[in-house]
């Protein structure tokens, strides 16, 4: 079992290595024929945390959460396994519906209209999870790392690529303001804008041209 880290800087450098080896997991999985289910997303949280924090790695948090600088209030942590329970469902249903977009690119620049449909599709599954995730906040810490690679893991076992959502600086704010569209409003789309501005970067323009204008 890996020893406590001794400060908060050698606990960064860990969750960060942690960070990384999710992200090799979820390429590998991703790639795999292993069912997504919930049981993936625990492991996700696992790799961030197994050598930073073994006792929370993949495991339902047990105390209460307030987010900061955030209205919203994550649910009492005694309802949070059944709520992971009734997601997982749910996850499986809106799994079964998704289609791979590899075969609708057209040429290496542009996409077919029924691929950009199908895109949609796996952005909206992506953006739901990553909400879902966010909102019952099962984990003590990590569960904004774990939403956003649950959402990649989605991306890229359906035929596009892990992306980077910028939650830094002046982003953040506008991060946090689509999660809160979601709680008040049930409005998907400004985090759907976020992903899709994160395909954009990562395909730097390429093949792209029905993202914005299909939805």
């Known amino acids: 079992m890996p020893t406590r880290p001794k400060d908060e800087n050698e606990l960064q450098k860990r969750e960060a290595a ?6 090799r997991f979820v390429r590998q999985y991703a790639h795999s024929r292993k069912p997504i289910t919930l049981s993936t997303v625990y492991e996700i949280h696992k790799c961030i945390f197994q050598e930073a924090w073994t006792e929370i790695a993949g495991v339902c948090r047990i105390e209460e959460l307030k987010i900061s600088d955030s209205q919203h209030r994550p649910p009492h942590h005694t309802k949070v ?3 992971m329970k009734a997601l997982d469902n749910e996850f499986k249903h809106r799994l079964e519906k998704l289609s791979s977009v590899e075969s609708f690119w057209v040429d290496d620049r542009e996409l077919s209209e029924k691929g950009a449909k199908i895109i949609d599709n796996i952005i909206a599954t992506a953006a739901w999870i990553h909400h879902q995730i966010t ?3 099962p984990f003590r810490e990590g569960n904004g790392r774990t939403a956003r690679l649950a959402g990649n893991l989605i991306l890229e076992r359906y035929g596009l690529v892990g992306i980077s959502i910028k939650v830094e600086r002046e ?3 506008r991060y ?3 999660l809160a569209q979601i709680d008040s409003h049930g409005d998907y789309e400004p985090l759907k804008e976020l992903i899709y501005d994160g395909l954009i970067d990562r395909y730097n323009g390429l093949s792209i041209k029905y993202l914005k204008t299909t939805k």
């Open 18 to 23: 942690g960070v990384i080896r999710a992200s």
């Open 81 to 83: 396994e059944n709520l």
């Open 135 to 137: 909102y019952v906040h």
């Open 171 to 173: 982003n953040k704010n």
């Open 176 to 178: 946090r303001a689509a």
